[in-house]
């Protein structure tokens, strides 16, 4: 399955990239390529979010397919936080934050592995100084995630997580 999201930016409508959907039931997918997003999905308000990233920054575009996004942010590496999967849990999971002042818009992905079906989910949860402001399910049918999708992204860009330290590191040794 194949979706294009279509994004009015300053007037006029471009393709901001084809998004691939995987069929693989693990939810890891193959590198991504420069002009695929790293993640996108829509909602059941009508709002669609996107992130693309290539080597230096990670850009988050959220609002209405077709009508100029509400909030479009662009952040270096080193101004996202990246919290990778820890290895336990029901759940395969990771979550990527970008912050806007003192709002964060926190993107996350999932995926079940103690059921056959290896269900995926996602979503954003908006926060100012700790204080949950909204939060949107993707809607399954629209999701584009795999799971390490968000670290991946972090490694290609140079960085390592430090398990023992549990943060991400420009030098990798």
Request: hydrophobic share 40%.
């Amino acid at each position: 399955m194949t979706c294009v999201w279509n994004w009015k930016i300053g007037g006029s409508t471009g393709v901001l990239g084809t998004v691939v959907l995987s069929a693989m039931l693990t939810g890891i997918a193959p590198a991504q390529a420069e002009d695929e997003p790293l993640f996108s999905c829509a909602f059941s308000n009508g709002k669609a979010v996107t992130l693309m990233a290539d080597e230096q920054r990670v850009t988050y575009i959220f609002g209405h397919p077709d009508q100029p996004p509400e909030l479009v942010l662009q952040r270096p590496y080193a101004e996202v936080e990246v919290t990778p999967w820890p290895g336990v849990g029901g759940a395969i999971w990771e979550e990527l934050r970008l912050m806007n002042g003192d709002v964060s818009y926190m993107l996350w992905g999932a995926l079940d592995r103690m059921t056959d079906e290896h269900e995926r989910s996602a979503g954003i949860v908006v926060e100012r100084d700790g204080e949950e402001l909204a939060r949107f399910e993707c809607l399954p049918e629209t999701l584009d995630y795999a799971v390490f999708t968000f670290a991946d992204a972090y490694e290609a860009a140079g960085y390592c997580w430090d398990f023992d330290a549990q943060i991400w590191q420009e030098s990798c040794e």
